[in-house]
Every structure is written in structure tokens, then in C-alpha cells.
């Protein structure tokens, strides 16, 4: 784990000088957008709401690209693949916990798919051949992965994964794995629409910013410009 992950900036909040634990100090340069192939297997969801869990490193970022995509109608940053009793910002970073940082979606399937959610994903959000880490962060904790909640998410994102295998767009093997569904722990408050309410903030501006601008332009139907606040 780099010294100090999530732990090297601090904010001075409008209403008093709260420090903030944060996502790693940005030290690397940028990851690059990829063009995730269009998937072949398409979900078939049926109608009403549907909720879908994707870690893909500090979750900040994988809730900022998500809270500006038409059909999410909300966008949780959590914790998933532990216990309860260990379900706690500070020790999930500690190290020694099997949690991932994660974000559960909720979305129309008639606005936006679960495939067209992978594709997303994997072009502007994850780098799906990292393993236990996601840009500057380090860590089991920060590993990419796909939590589908049902059998056609299931069936959809293992035929996702071993289309990507064999798309020739990454020169690494891909690691990202299905992980077993398991219960998401919602983070600290003030963990949550963290780029909407700090987007002045080192690492929102180095690292999930351009996520964000890279969503608007590789997916500008799906991309839209109000963030969703779960708190609105």
C-alpha cells in the first residue's frame, strides 16, 4: 500500500477546518481513456429500477462518472466484500479487511443498460489489468471488480469479460473479476457526491475530473451534466 494512501490531503470545509482522510496523493501520471468494445451480450433487465455494484479503485471517482450518467438515479460510494464490524473507512485503509471500495447504482435499464454500464466502466472509470490497484491508489481495497445482483447481470458481465479478453484493446491480461454479492456498507457521509461538493480538490482534479470529461466525450448521449446528488 503507498504511505499515506487516502491520507494525503486535507480540506478546509466552508463550515469550520474539518480534515479529511483522501484518496492517495496524485505522484503518477494520468490513466488514458480506452474504447471499450460495444458489448455483444445485451442485458435484458425488464422494466422498473434496477441497483448494480462496480469497485473500480477510490470510489469517488467511479460515483462521479456514474452520477453524470442519464438513467443512474443514484450513486452510493460503500464498502463491499467484508463484515460489518470492519465496514469503517479508517480500517478498510488500515489493510487486513477482504472490502473493496464500491459504488451501488441504481438506474432505469430504459435509459441505460447494465452492458452500456460495463462499457462505460471500462473505457473511462477502471483499468481492468490492474490488479489490487487503480491509478495512484494501492491496495487489495482499491481492486477492480463487478458484483452482479442477479443471474443477467451475471451472465452479462462474464460475457462481457471474455469479449474484453479478446478484444486486443488492452496489452495486459485482464484481471477485473465477478466477485460473489455480498452486503454493500454505505461510507462515511462525508464520503458521499464527494467530486460535487469538492471539485476544486487535488485528487478529484487530477484523477476523476478527466474521467468525467472523458465520459462526455467517447458517450455523449448517455452523458449528463447536472451531478446527481443523493442528497437533492
Same mark, same amino acid.
Not at 89 to 103: C, K
Not at 219 to 227: A, E, L, M, S
Given at each position: 500500500?503507498?504511505?499515506?494512501?487516502?491520507?494525503?490531503?486535507?480540506?478546509?470545509?466552508?463550515? +469550520?477546518?474539518?480534515?479529511?482522510?483522501?484518496?492517495?496523493?496524485?505522484?503518477?501520471?494520468? *490513466?488514458?481513456?480506452?474504447?471499450?468494445?460495444?458489448?455483444?451480450?445485451? /442485458?435484458?433487465?425488464?422494466?422498473?429500477?434496477?441497483?448494480?455494484?462496480?469497485?473500480? +479503485?477510490?470510489?469517488?471517482? #467511479? $460515483?462521479?462518472?456514474? %452520477?453524470?450518467?442519464?438513467?443512474?438515479?443514484?450513486? #452510493? %460510494?460503500?464498502?463491499?466484500? +467484508? %463484515?460489518?464490524?470492519? /465496514?469503517?473507512?479508517?480500517?478498510?485503509?488500515?489493510?487486513?479487511?477482504?472490502?473493496?471500495?464500491?459504488?451501488?447504482?441504481? =438506474? *432505469?435499464?430504459? &435509459? &441505460?443498460?447494465?452492458? $452500456?454500464?460495463?462499457?462505460?466502466?471500462?473505457? #473511462?472509470?477502471?483499468?481492468?489489468?490492474?490488479?489490487?490497484?487503480?491509478?495512484? *491508489?494501492?491496495?487489495?481495497? =482499491?481492486?477492480?471488480?463487478?458484483?452482479?445482483?442477479?443471474?443477467?447481470?451475471?451472465? &452479462?458481465?462474464?460475457?462481457?469479460?471474455?469479449?474484453?479478453?479478446? %478484444?486486443?484493446?488492452?496489452?495486459?491480461?485482464?484481471?477485473?473479476?465477478? $466477485?460473489?454479492?455480498?452486503?454493500?456498507?454505505?461510507? $462515511?457521509?462525508?464520503?458521499? *457526491?464527494?467530486? /460535487?461538493?469538492?471539485?476544486?480538490?487535488? =485528487?478529484?482534479?487530477?484523477?476523476?475530473?478527466?474521467?468525467?470529461?472523458?465520459?462526455?466525450?467517447?458517450?455523449?448521449?448517455?452523458?449528463?451534466?447536472?451531478?446527481?446528488?443523493?442528497? /437533492?
Amino acid at each position: 500500500m503507498i504511505p499515506g494512501a487516502k491520507r494525503g490531503f486535507t480540506l478546509a470545509l466552508a463550515a +469550520g477546518s474539518l480534515t479529511l482522510s483522501s484518496c492517495a496523493s496524485p505522484a503518477h501520471a494520468l *490513466d488514458e481513456p480506452v474504447n471499450a468494445p460495444a458489448p455483444k451480450r445485451i /442485458a435484458k433487465e425488464g422494466a422498473g429500477l434496477k441497483t448494480a455494484i462496480f469497485a473500480g +479503485g477510490c470510489f469517488w471517482g #467511479v $460515483e462521479g462518472v456514474f %452520477s453524470h450518467v442519464k438513467g443512474v438515479k443514484s450513486a #452510493v %460510494s460503500g464498502f463491499h466484500g +467484508g %463484515s460489518a464490524g470492519t /465496514a469503517t473507512y479508517n480500517r478498510i485503509i488500515s489493510g487486513g479487511t477482504s472490502h473493496a471500495e464500491a459504488v451501488m447504482i441504481t =438506474y *432505469d435499464p430504459y &435509459v &441505460v443498460r447494465y452492458d $452500456e454500464l460495463l462499457q462505460i466502466f471500462f473505457s #473511462v472509470v477502471a483499468d481492468p489489468t490492474l490488479k489490487n490497484r487503480q491509478g495512484p *491508489d494501492v491496495g487489495s481495497h =482499491y481492486r477492480s471488480a463487478l458484483v452482479p445482483v442477479n443471474a443477467e447481470q451475471q451472465a &452479462v458481465a462474464k460475457a462481457y469479460l471474455a469479449q474484453m479478453n479478446k %478484444s486486443g484493446v488492452w496489452n495486459r491480461p485482464i484481471v477485473t473479476k465477478i $466477485e460473489k454479492h455480498r452486503k454493500f456498507y454505505a461510507a $462515511e457521509p462525508y464520503h458521499q *457526491d464527494f467530486m /460535487a461538493k469538492n471539485p476544486r480538490h487535488g =485528487y478529484i482534479m487530477r484523477w476523476d475530473a478527466p474521467k468525467v470529461r472523458a465520459l462526455k466525450a467517447m458517450f455523449p448521449t448517455d452523458y449528463q451534466p447536472k451531478f446527481l446528488r443523493d442528497d /437533492a
